[in-house]
């Protein structure tokens, strides 16, 4: 569906050009979406900066999210949890976890900075695709608590039930594909690989 991640943003940046000269705020989720929201923000003229959320990891399997928490330690968690062995212990043990890995990022993403103000701007927010979708609601949950004039959600890719998640989140998604069988975002990209600390501090610096 897309040969990379340079090739999904283009296309998100087109379908976002409405914005472009407006000034928006490209919040990226991390470390996924980080170049591709550097190559969205210079198409459309905007500013650059991360949004720190982490999803909580269910027990024994540390890829499926079962919820996810922001900065503010506000906590989302999935009506599916407890299916996977996850009780208000192993929650709360989770959550201190992941808010303690975002302290750390914080540190050493923008360590010279605070991050950008959200307050009375066109705030769009992008990942590099969407499953569950636990990071992106947490994101857009403590975004919205920061008043934007205009909060967006744009993704290349997402399962259509996950899309209606974030439509009472945002007051705008956009989503270039929605297809009906979805098992992880990185089956959509012919070129997938992790992107690392160091990549996402020098694109921020450049910033």
Not at 37 to 63: F, H, S, T, Y
Not at 76 to 98: M, T, V, W
Not at 135 to 160: F, Q, Y
Not at 162 to 178: F, I
């Amino acid at each position: 569906m897309f040969r990379d991640r340079d090739e999904a943003a283009i296309r998100l940046a087109e379908r976002l050009k409405a914005y472009r000269g407006k000034n928006p705020l490209i919040l990226a989720i991390p470390r996924g979406a980080v170049p591709m929201a550097k190559i969205i923000a210079d198409k459309l003229a905007g500013e650059l900066d991360v949004v720190l959320v982490r999803k909580l990891r269910a027990p024994n399997q540390p890829e499926l999210a079962i919820g996810s928490v922001n900065e503010s330690g506000w906590m989302y968690q999935s009506d599916y949890a407890e299916l996977y062995g996850a009780d208000s212990a192993y929650i709360e043990s989770e959550k201190r976890l992941q808010m303690d890995t975002l302290r750390q990022r914080r540190a050493q993403y923008t360590p010279v900075r605070a991050p950008i103000d959200p307050a009375g701007r066109i705030v769009i927010v992008i990942d590099d695709g969407l499953a569950t979708g636990a990071t992106m609601i947490s994101a857009l949950h403590g975004l919205r608590a920061r008043r934007p004039a205009k909060l967006i959600c744009a993704v290349p890719v997402s399962p259509p039930d996950t899309l209606l998640k974030m439509a009472d989140l945002a007051d705008e998604v956009v989503c270039l594909e929605a297809p009906a069988v979805f098992q992880a975002v990185g089956q959509f990209y012919r070129h997938f690989p992790q992107v690392d600390d160091e990549e996402v501090i020098e694109l921020l610096r450049k910033n």
